[in-house]
């Protein structure tokens, strides 16, 4: 049977606010933009109007596209990769950085900025540190066999992501508090501006690669929420599953990370925003996770560079929103059980 007009009302309404939400960032900022104006940029390098002036030309295309583009990506990988670990560990109050892949990617990054490292060293050093943070808590939860696996991951996970801030902490401390600390705090709060076409291009393949197991594993994805016992009476390799699972997710995020630094709230609110609408169902949940986050992470974004006279973290604006939402989402819960 084909989808009814009612069925698909709410994936045209998404896209249609996604794209509203895009518009909106090409044309607003310090240097804004009317819409008229914008689109006669974007025909001018395809060939199909007459040149634009250099400043328009140069905002548009190196500026306002590239970051909207690592905005749409991260915003994206984070949602669905939330939306993952939700399902995987039957909790709905799991994000993508319970296992210690944010604290992780924060220390490599601290690291390389105390070390006066070029920028191309601390996204490396901040994407090997996630994926090494999560790989240390998952030897750590398979040491110990005596307790339920996933309670023990996510204890786990605590327990390394605290340690890591205490390295993160450390460092701070002794660094130079006029060239490095700055530094090391403005990533830890996560932002776009520093962000470029080839850093994109380079993040994007890891990115693509931890959201293509999500994507393939959809349907098998939907039997973790049942239970293991019940996921392995349907076929399902659970331990096999989740390790996969928790590999491409975690890929994912540590790309995102070391693009933009850390960016909470966006793995945890998103798939619940998702959730309401498109129902627990992965195959659907998976798809509208994708589209929340993207658009709600390019929102942000452009709230934070438009609100203040200078610039805001992306990271302070995400909680601002994320916390509200969750408490009142949280309440309604609640209020219907």
Known sequence: MRP???RSLPWLAALA???TVLVIACCAGKFPLPPEQLLRALLARLGWADPVDATVDTVVW???LPRIAAGLAIGAVLGAAGAAYQNMFRNPLVSPDI????AGAGLGAAAAIFLALPLVAVQAMAFAGGLLAVVAVYLVARSVRR???VLVLVLAGVAVGTLLGAGISLLKILADPYTQLPSITFWLLGGLNA???GDLLAALPAMLLGLLPLALLRWRINLLSLGDEEAAAL?????RLRALLIAAATLGTAAAVSLAGIIGWVGLVVPHVARLVVGPEFSRLLPASLLTGAGFLVAT????RTVAPMELPLGILTAIVGAPFFLVLLARGRGHR
């Open 147 to 149: 307790h339920d696996p």
């Open 62 to 64: 190196n500026i306002r």
């Open 195 to 197: 962000v470029t076409g």
């Open 99 to 102: 296992l210690g892949v944010s």
């Open 17 to 19: 606010g996604l794209l």
């Open 301 to 304: 974004d452009t709230l934070a």
């Open 4 to 6: 009814g007009p009612r």
């Open 235 to 239: 076929g399902v390799e659970v331990r």
